[in-house]
């Protein structure tokens, strides 16, 4: 009966220690410009998988002229290390005003871990008019 009691004991531990390592394997990330609300989800994986971090941003354009909004260019980096290969083109906004972006092992979460920036970049042509803001994205925790 002792054995038992320590066994269970020790499953629970365990099962507690692994969900407490859940909680701190993922971090959102908020930012804004004078157009545009953007949130960063990062969630870092395990190391025995072939993709360590995934990543998802929602871009949330605020102006008055959605239906004007085309011609769309995102460019994802940070301030620790340039990464202007990453860019996405987008010709129009969908009816949800909603752009999102995935992310597969792209180094936010050491990033974010060494206290570094995470910008987007989003250019845009509202009618004839092109537009650029940057958005900085920071813990809300």
Request: aromatic share 12%; hydrophobic share 30%.
């Amino acid at each position: 009966m002792k054995y038992c009691m320590l066994f269970f004991t020790s499953v629970v531990l365990t099962i507690t220690g692994c969900s407490e390592e859940q909680k701190d394997n993922t971090v959102t990330l908020q930012g804004d410009s004078n157009n545009w609300q953007g949130e960063l989800y990062v969630e870092q994986m395990s190391s025995e998988e072939h993709l360590n971090e995934r990543a998802e941003a929602t871009l949330t354009y605020l102006g008055d002229r959605s239906d004007d909004v085309h011609t769309i260019k995102l460019t994802t980096y940070t301030n620790w290390q340039e990464r202007g290969a990453l860019e996405r083109r987008i010709g129009e906004l969908s009816s949800e005003v909603n752009i999102t972006n995935t992310y597969g092992n792209y180094g936010f979460w050491y990033v974010y871990d060494q206290g570094f920036e995470i910008m987007i970049d989003i250019e845009w042509m509202e009618e004839d008019d092109e537009k650029r803001e940057r958005i900085g994205f920071e813990s809300i925790e």
